[in-house]
């Protein structure tokens, strides 16, 4: 895994351990009290599933082989040497199961009783770690029968006949699994100021297991998934959690058998709470992306230097996996939209803090120059529009009238009717100035100027004819705003700018301040949409934003008769040559924020875009983002993206002007991304054609 010579990676394209992610399951059994042979052969069941399911990593609940709910039968010689014969049975039975197993047991070490962790692989007992921080308050009587981790002595004990590392101090690493080092710790360890997790974590584990029994109370599994998420996300790792469930002891408490997997903090899976019997949940974890997390995430690495002399003294143990062959499916959500949440309330909220983001910046630069106008042109185009829509909402805030936009549509040897009405509806409902200027005459002076062809007759469009206009229009807005006092606002938005889908100095690429800057287009979209649901502008306003939404995305560069569209339409199409927003922006999100290989972010792509039956598909998904791509689109236009990216583009974002990060990143040389303009694509494009299959 991660050695590409003398082989070929294709024929395992879909298996998931390739790329970098693990199945881990979550177990949570039937038991009965002070019955461990029958909850041996419960766990191993279930692991059993486990294995048949793909994991590689299977926890159960804390004193699982016992049931946590024994009280003082826990110093009863019979029931620990049965649990130790439980213990037997899941070693014997690991011999033909792939996953990693985690089960709770007491054991006698060093005259005292802990409350332990065991790992345990292929037919061995891997290593066992005691409980660190024993819970003694409200219904919590721990220290009665057990003792804390510190009381031991003993760094490795003598269990079932071989010397096993004994202690909280333990790193589980998978030799032939980059980035899987495990850590164990119990229930209570976690609601600690400082759990043992957080110092494996610093370590180097990535994949921290915690054996729980946690009785149930009102308001209390959401309070963990709380710790679980803050635990996960500051520690940048995965946490898979596993509380008690059906058949403990109700005496005095209940039991919800609430099991859940969290990637930082992301909840991957959820059991079913209060269930009647077991139950299995499982999810992949993405140790890629933690790994990436963590390398550019300084403040981690200065916070495990701080704590260097105890982290020296934790203890690996290390083991080599099974790792299963074959296409496993994927059990994770990949959205399509990776900058956009899928749920319809978190959607809601990010485009208000979007939203509210590029108002305030905007709002800070017109107050700290002492700039009252804005000058900025309107093609009827998406970009344009949503920097328009933020300029009014601009002026109100600071008390200006909208009357200080001063708003230009300059049609020119392409711009379609539809365009140029929409730009005129658009201005007049929100009370800007508006103008029109024909940049045609001043064009034509040009290209005569430059004794191009189009100037004497001749049907050439070419990119010199396409940036003439565009050129023109900026000309234009500066001037303008010399003149007439204003800012120039731009409206490039980040994908057209990790594409290089702008021309260098002109008004896509160079303005005074751009709203836009970081924000992709499938969130242009969405802050349109936004817009009209909630209602901030009259019905004919919003008539006008659906009809720009629904048009096609085209620079309107080249008359529509002369352009070579497949499809008859005549309209020279931006996502025809660049490819569609919706594929880019999602390479642009993993390529950018995690540094991914180009054949991980095709393997995501289709797992997100590739056909599905109509149950599959999400119920808040609207019908125009149901595309499907197969992988041989998907790797074409990854293929576009990483030449366009690393190669062509990098010197017109080295000089982007000033404007708000917004969302999940940005491209300012100011901001997330730095990088030299002269790179060679070479490496991922070569990743890309020799490690994704065409079809």
């Known amino acids: 895994m991660g050695d590409h010579k003398g082989r070929t990676s294709q024929p395992d394209f879909h298996n998931l351990y ?49 049931a946590y709910s024994n009280d003082d039968l826990f110093h009863q010689q019979a029931l620990l040497a049965a649990a130790l ?25 060093d005259g005292r009783l802990f ?33 804390g981790a510190d009381a031991a002595v003993s760094t490795d004990i003598e269990l079932l006949g071989e010397r096993v590392p004994f202690g909280n101090d333990l790193l589980l690493t998978a030799t032939n699994v980059p980035g899987l080092t495990l850590h164990m710790e119990l229930c209570e360890d976690l609601w600690t ?77 959820e059991s079913e709470r209060f269930p009647s019997g077991a139950q299995l949940i ?7 992306v933690l790994q990436a997390e963590r390398l550019r995430t300084t403040s981690f690495h200065d916070n495990a230097a701080a704590h260097r002399e ?19 499916g994927l059990k994770r959500e990949v959205r399509r939209f990776p900058y956009i949440p899928a749920a319809a309330a978190e959607r809601d909220a990010l485009c208000y803090e979007a939203y509210n983001i590029q108002v305030h910046g905007l709002a800070k630069r017109l107050a700290a120059s002492g700039i009252q106008r804005i000058v900025i042109g309107v093609s009827g185009g998406l970009d344009s529009t949503q920097a ?90 500066f001037r303008l705003a010399n003149q007439r006092g204003g800012l120039v606002l731009g409206t490039g938005d980040l994908s057209e700018i990790a594409l290089g889908w ?39 306003t919003n008539q006008t934003l659906q009809a720009i939404l629904d048009t096609e995305i085209s620079p309107e560069l080249v008359p529509a008769d002369e352009t070579d569209a497949d499809d008859g339409a005549g309209i020279q199409s931006t996502e025809a040559k660049i490819g569609p927003y919706e594929l880019q922006d999602f390479n642009a999100f993993w390529i950018t924020r995690y540094g991914l290989k180009p054949s991980k972010v095709a393997f995501l792509a289709w797992h997100a875009w590739h056909d599905k039956d109509a149950g599959e598909w999400p119920d808040n998904l609207p019908p125009e983002r149901r595309n499907q791509y197969d992988l041989a689109t998907i790797k074409h236009w990854l293929r576009v993206f990483c030449r366009r990216f690393f190669q062509i583009s990098q010197f017109k974002r080295t000089c982007m002007p000033n404007g708000p990060k917004v969302g999940a990143g940005s491209l300012s040389p100011r901001g997330d991304w730095r990088a030299p303009s002269d790179s060679e694509p070479d490496v991922w494009l070569e990743e890309l054609r020799r490690d994704v299959p065409d079809a």
């Open 310 to 328: 105890r982290l020296r003294g934790l203890r690996q143990v290390r083991f080599e996996l099974e790792l299963p062959a074959g296409d496993l």
């Open 388 to 477: 328009l829509l933020v300029a009014a909402q601009t002026m109100d805030r600071l008390g200006l009238p909208r009357a200080n936009i001063l708003a230009y549509t300059m049609p020119g040897f392409a711009t379609s009717t539809e365009t140029r009405d929409n730009a005129w509806a658009l201005m007049r409902a929100l009370g800007v100035t508006a103008d029109e200027i024909d940049i045609r005459p001043s064009c034509e002076q040009m290209l005569k100027d430059l004794g191009h062809p189009y100037a004497d007759g001749e049907s050439v469009y070419d990119i010199t004819f396409e940036n003439v206009q565009a050129g023109e229009r900026t000309s234009h807005l």
């Open 193 to 269: 100021p400082i759990p043992p997790s957080t110092y494996a974590a610093l370590a180097g584990a990535t994949v921290l297991l915690n054996l729980s029994a946690s009785n149930i109370t009102i308001g209390k599994a959401a309070y963990r998934n709380d710790l679980i998420a803050a635990q996960a996300g500051k520690c940048i790792s995965a946490y898979l959690y596993s509380a008690a469930g059906p058949g403990e002891s109700t005496n005095d408490l209940a039991w919800d058998g609430h099991a859940v997997i969290f990637e930082q903090d992301r909840l991957l899976a």
């Open 282 to 288: 499982r999810a992949d974890i993405d140790l890629e």
């Open 502 to 540: 702008s021309t260098y100095g002109v008004g896509d690429q160079m303005s005074h301040y751009n709203v836009n800057a970081s924000v992709p287009k499938t969130l242009i979209q969405d802050l349109i949409r936004w817009v009209i649901a909630t209602g901030q502008f009259d019905a004919a």
């Open 85 to 109: 014969d439980a213990l037997a049975e899941v070693v014997e039975a690991s011999r033909t199961l792939r996953p990693l197993l985690t089960v709770g047991l007491p054991l006698p070490v």
């Open 18 to 66: 390739r790329h970098g992610l693990i199945r881990a399951a979550v177990c949570v059994p039937e038991v009965r009290v002070a019955e461990p042979g029958f909850n041996a052969r419960a766990t191993v069941d279930l692991a059993r599933q486990a294995h048949d399911a793909g994991a590689v990593v299977a926890l159960f609940p804390e004193l699982g082989l016992t």
């Open 115 to 147: 409350n332990c962790a065991v790992a345990v692989h292929a037919g061995r007992v891997l290593a066992a770690a005691p409980k660190t921080y024993l819970p003694n308050y409200r219904e919590f009587y721990e220290k009665r029968q057990f003792a």
